[in-house]
């Protein structure tokens, strides 16, 4: 869930760039693809958690990934529209800044978004081990106390 819906996304951004002309570049564009792609594999992962729970079923790890894709997505779309805003990218005033400043506060957020809730590097860990199966990760305090440790 905390990864869920945390701000502008590929539609957002897409309106934005249609209304400021950048949808014709087409750097852009593959961006704009890949950001799409991803949103809708998340939508089909989160339908099949939302399958599995009506069943009575206990959801799976699998679902790690959510917080992975959008809250990267989140800096990554943010950080384009500032971009793609120029010099007036630098405002974060809601009544003086292009989009009400919706890119550039979700920009500031994202951040504590990939270490809030789990960061990036746990969340992939989950998935490598208990989702791909890879070898556990190498652990030295694993099964000791922590005044074994010091
Ligand atoms: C905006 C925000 C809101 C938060 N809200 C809450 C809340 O409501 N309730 C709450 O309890 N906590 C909250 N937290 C705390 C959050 O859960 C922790 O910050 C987060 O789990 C990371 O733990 P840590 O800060 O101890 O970092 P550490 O575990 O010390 O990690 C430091 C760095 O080392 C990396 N790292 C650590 N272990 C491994 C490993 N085994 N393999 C690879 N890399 C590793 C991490 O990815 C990270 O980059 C919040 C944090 C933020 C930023």
């Known amino acids: 869930a905390v990864g869920g819906s ?3 996304d590929w539609k957002e951004i897409m309106d934005y760039a249609r209304s400021s002309g950048t949808i014709a570049d087409q750097a852009f564009r593959a961006k704009l693809a890949d950001w799409y792609v991803a949103a809708q594999g998340y939508k ?19 679902n790690a990934i959510g917080k992975i894709i959008n809250a990267n997505h989140l800096q990554d779309i943010c950080n384009s529209a500032i ?14 800044a292009p989009a009400d400043a919706v890119f550039q506060e979700s920009f500031m957020w994202a951040p504590g978004l990939r270490i809030a809730g789990g960061t990036d590097e746990i969340l992939k860990n989950i998935i490598a081990e208990r989702v ?3 070898p556990q990760d190498v652990r030295v305090d694993k099964d000791k106390t922590f005044a ?3």
């Open 6 to 8: 945390p701000g502008p």
């Open 44 to 62: 089909l992962t989160k339908f099949r958690t939302q399958t599995a729970l009506s069943r009575g079923e206990t959801p799976g790890p699998e």
């Open 83 to 96: 971009e793609m805003q120029d010099h007036y990218g630098l405002i974060m005033d809601k009544d003086e």
């Open 132 to 134: 791909l199966g890879l």
């Open 148 to 150: 074994e440790m010091n």
